[in-house]
């Protein structure tokens, strides 16, 4: 005959543990003071028409970090492997030029790419064309109370 189990019960006599530490609301989340993060490339200072150079790179890799940073900064470039002369041996690289600000473009579809249709407007229209999207988007904007 096999023995037999003994099972255990859950007294009722054991006591229930509770947390030491005291629970309190409405106090508000403290500002963490954050380092700005380092640009390694100058976005920032690039003015349209502007370029740098960056040696050792391909335009794969540098699509990398400049798509993200053309979206950061609201500009657009393009780039180009180059070559710069050096010191021993030519250094080849990417340059990359700013070629327009989004800011100010903001709406506005520019004819230019590869199989559009449309022919591109004149310089003057095109300046017409921002200005009354500007003035529309400065209507639009909600006025703040004085």
Partial sequence: MPAKRKTRTKSASKAVKTSSYEVKGGIPI???PRKPRAEKYPWKSL?????????????T???SSMYPAMRRNKIKCKTAEDTV?????PI?????????????????TLFGSIGCQSAPQPISELEQMIQARMQTMLRTQPTQPQ
Wanted: charged share 20%.
């Fill in 30 to 32: 403290p500002k963490i």
């Fill in 47 to 59: 003015k349209v028409g502007d370029s740098f150079f960056v040696p050792n790179m391909t335009r």
């Fill in 61 to 63: 890799d540098m699509a």
């Fill in 85 to 89: 002369r050096g010191a021993i041996r």
């Fill in 92 to 108: 080849v690289g990417v340059r990359v030029w700013r070629v327009a600000s989004l800011a100010l473009l903001a709406g506005i």
